[in-house]
């Protein structure tokens, strides 16, 4: 398998001088991997290392857009505090993507920003949620018909513990595999979802494939043993970039992260025709949104 993990030794988080073959290693799927671009902590902000800052009724602590942060327990105090400290993180993401892809800027819409103090390999989940398996991110209730998804991660795990990732094989290779399999598409069945409300717009036939790549890795054991991948751990002090709607991944272990997630229209990429939605439509030999 070809190299997936493009490692950059720069430990600003604002790049000087970014360099084309990164940005068609991230748009063709890979890793950009930044070993010595952390983010630090005060000692104040140290005390949020504890899962029992993450109210238990929720996943993960998330920040949005207009700085409402949700998920976490504490007084108002430690909340606004935590939310400072997340949105700090949200800034740094920031100013590495727009100097990193100065393409993308004018057209990122932002999403919330999220802090996981809880470990991985503790959580019990269904096997469609169970991030431990190799997938692509798609989401059932959110289609998007082709906006990319581009995510910004950091360790801050205090104590040495990696967030030890698989990265699978490249999305065209996961897509041939998968693609026979496929259920067909039905617009009708997708305007009843839109009608109920299960979907928050109506599933495109991209929308759907991607959803059955997603389930049929998660669901093929054997594919999740067999598959050309690669184990990386990314130690506390480090930083990863990814489109994780094309990167084949899966979260083997870890505990104490903060992710940044920003959406792109396909048509504002360098190369548009290296995004899922173009290589899913070379696939199947037609328009799927």
Same mark, same amino acid.
């Given at each position: ?11 600003? @988080?604002?790049? *000087? *001088?970014?360099?084309? #073959?990164?940005? &068609?290693?991230?748009?063709? =799927? ?15 902000? %140290? ?10 009724? /929720? ?11 949700? =998920?976490?327990?504490?007084?108002? /105090? ?8 997340? =949105? ?10 727009h100097s990193l892809l ?24 269904? @096997? ?17 018909? =082709? ?33 026979p399999r496929s259920k ?9 979802? &839109? ?12 929308? &759907? ?8 890795? %998660?669901?093929d054991l054997q594919y999740? %043993?067999? #598959? ?32 940044? /997630? ?28």
């Open positions: 398998m070809e190299q997936q993990i493009i490692e950059i030794d720069s430990a600003e @988080w604002r790049i *000087a *001088a970014p360099q084309d #073959a990164w940005i &068609h290693a991230l748009e063709a =799927g890979k890793v950009l991997y930044f070993p010595r671009l952390g983010f630090q902590l005060t000692d104040a902000e %140290k005390r949020f290392l504890t899962p029992e800052i993450r109210d238990p009724n /929720t996943r993960n602590i998330s920040l949005d857009a207009n700085g409402s942060l949700k =998920g976490a327990t504490g007084d108002a /105090t430690a909340q606004k505090e935590l939310a400072a400290m997340i =949105g700090r993180f949200r800034a740094q993401a920031q100013i590495l993507i100065p393409r993308y800027t004018s057209a990122l819409r932002l999403a919330p920003t999220s802090y996981r103090p809880s470990q991985v390999e503790s959580r019990s989940q269904s @096997w469609r949620a169970d991030d431990r398996r190799l997938h692509v991110d798609a989401f059932p209730s959110r289609p998007n018909h =082709g906006e990319r998804i581009l995510r910004v991660f950091t360790n801050i795990n205090p104590n040495g513990a990696a967030r030890v990732w698989r990265v699978g094989e490249p999305f065209e290779a996961v897509a041939k595999r998968f693609l067909p598409y039905s617009r009708w069945q997708a305007k009843a979802l &839109h009608a109920l409300h299960v979907t928050k717009a109506l599933r495109s036939e991209y929308d &759907h494939l991607r959803l059955q790549l997603h389930d049929g890795m %998660k669901s999740q %043993k067999e #598959a050309p991948q690669v184990e990386v751990p990314f130690p506390p002090g480090s930083v990863w970039v990814c489109f994780s709607d094309q990167t084949s991944h899966a979260v083997t272990s870890g505990q104490y992260m903060m992710e940044q /997630t920003f959406h792109l229209p396909v048509a504002q990429q360098y190369n548009p025709d290296a995004s899922p939605l173009a290589i899913l439509s070379r696939l199947t030999g037609r328009s799927l949104i």
